[in-house]
């Protein structure tokens, strides 16, 4: 069990570029989830997959925002056209079974748009 | 809509004093509440969590919390803070029962420092 991952730690983008951000989950877990956490605020759910299937997305997810989750493996999360309001920390988690008792979380991805 | 507020975003306690750190819920139906902790440059960690039967639950590090649901809190304590336990602190709440079981509501956090 070597934890979530997230790649990269850092990512520092001019407004208007496109970024990517990549998670891998614990190998057996079948959920995995997309948060959102800015400067003074918890976390705030974004979307989750079930194996391949992307089942919901907050309003939150802007159509600037998609997330794939090809063969039920990482996970990726793309932001086109980015603004300065995307600068924010990108969490991924996954979990095993059917609920979210246990979510195990990535140390996340910092976003600076400038 | 499910809601948490923590009061206090800042606590500061002596090594050796009580922990408490307060969390209020809002949820339509019986919810599954947790707390979650957050190390500096660390992904957050479960603590504790209450789903169903009894309301006082223990978690790891010496932490503890007791569901209320007259007064629908979920304060978080300890009975000793140690140097180690100084982080980040989130409470979060699950309409699980509600059929919304992939997504977690955090509050804002309370950031626990402990003096030596």
């Known amino acids: 069990d070597t934890g979530v991952s997230q790649d990269p730690r850092h990512k520092i983008t001019k407004r208007g570029q496109n970024v990517t951000f990549r998670c891998d989950p614990i190998s057996e877990h079948n959920r995995l989830y997309w948060y959102r956490q800015t400067l003074g605020q918890g976390p705030e759910f974004l979307t989750y997959?079930?194996?391949?299937?992307?089942?919901?997305k907050s309003r939150l997810l802007s159509d600037r925002f998609s997330a794939e989750r090809p063969k039920g493996s990482f996970s990726t999360l793309e932001i086109q056209r980015t603004e300065q309001g995307d600068s924010a920390m990108y969490l991924c988690a996954s979990s095993q079974g059917q609920g979210i008792e246990k979510l195990f979380f990535g140390s996340g991805t910092q976003l600076s748009v400038l | 809509a499910q809601s948490v507020t923590q009061l206090g975003s800042h606590v500061s306690v002596s090594e050796g004093a009580l922990v408490l750190l307060r969390c209020n819920y809002s949820s339509s139906v019986p919810p599954y509440l947790f707390w979650y902790v957050q190390y500096p440059n660390q992904g957050l960690q479960l603590l504790l969590k209450y789903t169903t039967g009894a309301t006082l639950v223990k978690g790891i590090n010496g932490f503890e919390a007791e569901f209320k649901k007259s007064e629908t809190s979920f304060h978080l304590t300890k009975p000793s803070a140690h140097m180690s336990d100084a982080a980040e602190y989130f409470c979060a709440v699950s309409d699980l029962r509600g059929g919304s079981n992939y997504k977690l509501t955090f509050g804002k956090g309370t950031l626990l420092t402990v003096n030596p």
């Open positions: 997959f079930q194996n391949e299937a992307q089942l919901e």
